[in-house]
């Protein structure tokens, strides 16, 4: 594992510093739901999916359809 004062540290310190202005970055799950949302399957349990690799390929694929001009 890692060392026990990194460890510590990492979990119960508290970040320095102030947050950036604007409205918050997406992250990576907000595009997949997006994404998912304009498949149609906005409601999906998209990570249960994701443990079966060739529906996530699948669905993926129609995904990826989408965005090509």
Do not use: F
Not at 28 to 47: A, F, R, S
Request: proline share 6%; with cysteine; hydrophobic share 40%.
């Amino acid at each position: 594992m890692c060392c026990g004062v990194r460890c510590v540290r990492v979990l119960l310190g508290t970040p320095e510093g102030k947050r950036p202005l604007g409205r918050p970055r997406h992250r990576w799950v907000d595009n997949i739901t997006m994404d998912l949302q304009e498949v149609g399957c906005g409601y999906m349990d998209w990570i249960g999916l994701a443990q079966d690799r060739d529906k996530w390929r699948t669905l993926l694929s129609a995904v990826m359809n989408l965005r090509v001009p």
